[in-house]
């Protein structure tokens, strides 16, 4: 695998984990918004991940073609999950009955999806980091 197929899944895992980490800052935003212009309490999104094959260009002059690819950002679907109800009849947007239909969003597993994409963001710089360093120590052999 050449040092730019190596920079080319990396990127591609960056830009999926930046999606992923601006989907759960937007589910943080609004884990209490209770109206929304569709109508109802914002609904929890997630996003999924496919792989994608690198073009065979990138393959031909290399003489590991093992089927290498990268990954991108298959889609961003919302919860279907009925939203929470809780019990508050001061709220604006109880209804008769005093419940208000709450996103049904936890906190903790959104708090921790993000360290997730973090770390995995985190890892992916490391990789281009390391891919560079060892571009650079082979220029030096040259010398």
Do not use: C, W
């Amino acid at each position: 695998m050449n040092l730019f197929t190596t920079f080319k899944i990396a990127a591609s895992a960056l830009k999926s984990q930046r999606t992923r980490l601006n989907t759960i800052s937007s589910n943080l935003a609004n884990v209490e918004t209770t109206s929304t212009p569709e109508g109802g309490p914002y609904k929890k999104k997630s996003v999924y991940f496919e792989s994608t094959a690198i073009p065979f260009a990138d393959h031909l002059q290399s003489s590991m073609n093992q089927g290498v690819s990268g990954v991108k950002v298959a889609k961003i679907l919302e919860d279907d999950k009925p939203p929470q109800r809780i019990y508050n009849p001061s709220h604006p947007d109880a209804g008769k009955d005093g419940y208000v239909e709450m996103p049904n969003i936890n906190v903790l597993k959104e708090m921790t999806d993000m360290m997730s994409a973090t770390r995995s963001y985190e890892a992916n710089t490391t990789t281009i980091k390391s891919a560079k360093r060892m571009a650079l120590k082979a220029l030096e052999i040259g010398r």
